[in-house]
């Protein structure tokens, strides 16, 4: 039993509206109503909390729109670099007129890998052939840079990698780890979206020794980009999971900082290629449901935008956990997991998944 379960829990306050409720994380201070109906009210203090939590960590503060800035297109911030500053990722800078990429090229990567005994915890393992492929394993690649900056990261530690001198891996040097038992290959982090000029040269070396290629992404990177992940994946076998977080965009810039328009044009975009290859699905969607905010509204949302797509595509649940700027909620409760798998269902999905289902709890 968690220690919340035994305990009670603190209200916050909306600030907007002045609403008091467990539900509502201090970090915010709004409530998702608020968020959603009042965002001139409510997102300008949040934009401020966003600033400060980069400034912890030694990134920029919002994308760099210079005026006479050096464009990045890798991902959707479209960062413009003035002299001497860096990217939101923090990994391009412009040194004198020119684009220069402290990391996430073919020739170093800022990463950490490890194998992952299959079947792993992988969000589409319910869905994947891997979860019968015991005695092989998966090469998890886990990336330094992220294009998002989620209050709730669970993953938040990328923040302290750093580019430098013996701090990258070659893309060569990345796939010369697989070996003979090596079934899939998942990049995650962060994200792989600011590094995937070093992750696509990585795959296409691992997919010659038949390694199955599958990302887990937030879906924010350059079309193109993401039509050659894709068109490797399809090859291999593998997969593309994106995380959904919101489908409310004002909803996702409180909580990620970032907007959702790509994610969800490039989410269309991957699934034309679906009739290509319909086992083992190719794409596979995921939301985390976050108490208070990613509630059963917006999982009905999203859940109607995949089906108008493609009824069949794998839907997984995330059951949330106190982390990061966000550590004042409750975990996800078993109500709120069920009552938003029955909204996928309705919505049109056929394949609605719970995952993480451990860290249910009776809170709410």
């Known amino acids: 039993m968690f220690l919340e379960d035994l305990l009670g829990r603190t209200e916050a306050q909306c600030a907007v509206c002045g609403k008091t409720s467990p539900l509502i994380a201090s970090t915010l ?25 980069r400034r912890e960590f030694g990134l920029p503060v919002e994308p760099p729109r210079a005026a006479d800035g050096v464009r990045c297109p890798i991902c959707v911030n479209e960062c413009v670099i003035g002299e001497g500053e860096r990217g939101f990722c923090g990994l391009r800078t412009n040194e004198n007129g020119r684009l220069v990429h402290l990391a996430g090229t073919p020739s170093g990567g800022i990463l950490s890998w490890y194998y992952d005994p299959l079947p792993t915890n992988c969000v589409a393992d319910w869905v994947c052939e891997g979860h019968d492929k015991r005695g092989y394993k998966n090469l998890a690649v886990f990336y330094g840079a992220c294009s998002f900056n989620c209050l709730f990261c669970q993953n938040w530690h990328y923040r302290q990698m750093r580019p430098g001198p013996g701090n990258t891996m070659s893309a060569r040097e990345l796939a010369d780890v697989a070996d003979a038992r090596t079934f899939c290959v998942c990049y995650f982090g962060g994200d792989p979206t600011p590094q995937m000029p070093h992750a696509l040269a990585a795959s296409r070396l691992l997919a010659r020794r038949g390694v199955r290629i599958c990302w887990e992404t937030n879906g ?28 409310d965009e004002n909803l996702h810039l409180a909580l990620t900082g970032v ?12 699934a034309t290629y679906i009739p290509q290859r319909r086992q083992p699905p190719l794409l596979v969607a995921s939301t985390l449901l976050v108490p208070g905010y990613v509630d059963v509204e917006e999982v009905r949302h999203i859940a109607a935008f995949i089906a108008s797509i493609d009824p069949t595509i794998p839907y997984s649940l995330l059951g949330f956990f106190p982390h990061f700027y966000i550590h ?29 289902r451990h860290l249910l709890s009776r809170a709410y």
């Open 220 to 247: 924010s990177m350059h079309p193109k980009l993401l039509d050659q992940a894709v068109k490797l994946s399809l090859k291999t076998g593998g997969c593309v999971k994106f995380d959904l977080k919101a489908w």
């Open 29 to 53: 201070a709004a409530c998702v109503d608020c968020i959603r109906e009042r965002p001139a009210e409510a997102l300008p203090p949040i934009r401020q909390a966003h600033a400060e939590t």
């Open 259 to 270: 907007s959702n328009r790509r994610t969800l044009e490039n989410f269309a975009r991957a």
């Open 328 to 356: 004042d909620l409750p975990r996800t409760s078993v109500r709120h997991a069920e009552e938003a798998v029955q909204a996928a269902r309705d919505a049109g999905l056929t394949r609605v998944h719970i995952g993480n």
